[in-house]
Nanobody, 122 residues
Framework: QAQLVESGGGLVQPGGSLRLSCVMS????????IGWFRQAPGKERARVSC????????TYADAVKGRFTISRDDAKNTAYLQMNSLEPEDTGVYYC???????????????WGQGTQVTVSS
């Protein structure tokens, strides 16, 4: 089966930036919708962003619009989440997920990564 591996998390000061990576193995990333999710302490997992596997259109949660950018590099089998102007409320475990030949109107994702911790703190 396909596997997704996230990396790039860490501890960052408020206002700082991080770039998360999501590498797919087993299958090529091309034609997969990729979603980024986060789970903050004490909260349920919520979708942060998505890039379509059909037309590359993107969506963002209101809380991150203007600060986060999702992208994909199919030649590297990698999706990215560039996070700028980070705030303490961005803290959480970030996961990527994938669904073949899908747009971002997704209820069930086939594949999930293991997560990478992002901590925004002074």
């Amino acid at each position: 089966q396909a596997q997704l591996v996230e990396s790039g998390g860490g501890l960052v000061q408020p206002g700082g930036s991080l770039r998360l990576s999501c590498v797919m193995s087993g299958f090529t990333l091309d034609y997969y919708a990729i979603g980024w999710f986060r789970q903050a302490p004490g909260k349920e997992r919520a979708r942060v962003s998505c890039i379509s596997g059909k037309d590359s259109s993107t969506t963002y949660a209101d809380a991150v619009k203007g600060r986060f950018t999702i992208s994909r590099d199919d030649a590297k089998n990698t999706a990215y989440l560039q996070m700028n102007s980070l705030e303490p409320e961005d803290t959480g475990v970030y996961y990527c997920a994938a669904l073949y030949w899908s747009d971002c109107n997704v209820r069930d994702w086939d594949y999930w990564g293991q997560g990478t911790q992002v901590t925004v703190s002074s």
